[in-house]
């Protein structure tokens, strides 16, 4: 299953310039459109500040959503840096489209 994630995983990594083990994520795939994570309201996807991407049933389809938990990881930090995250950040096509 989470070998679909690596064309997403490579092309952060390339835009970011992090880098970490794809083969170390934990891929959770949570069978509703959206779950609640304290703190943070419903949502499609979510890191949990080590190596586990949660992604919703609409999320695990959404390459950007992807792409965006998977710069969480690279990063290894909470937060959104413009630098990377910004829609005119290193990541935008990868994370806006």
Known sequence: M???????????VACSGLSRSFD???WYYVPRPSFHVPGQG???????????????S?????GAL??????????GEPGHPKRLFGSSGRCARELHG
């Not at 890191?47 to 586990?52: E, L, S």
């Not at 609409?58 to 959404?62: A, C, E, M, S």
């Open 42 to 56: 419903n949502v499609e996807g979510w890191w949990d500040g080590g190596r586990r991407i949660y992604l919703s």
């Open 2 to 12: 989470s070998a679909s994630k690596r064309p997403h995983f490579d092309a952060v």
């Open 24 to 26: 170390a994520i934990e």
């Open 58 to 62: 609409v999320g695990w389809y959404r």
């Open 66 to 75: 992807v792409r965006h938990e998977v710069l969480h990881y690279l990063r």
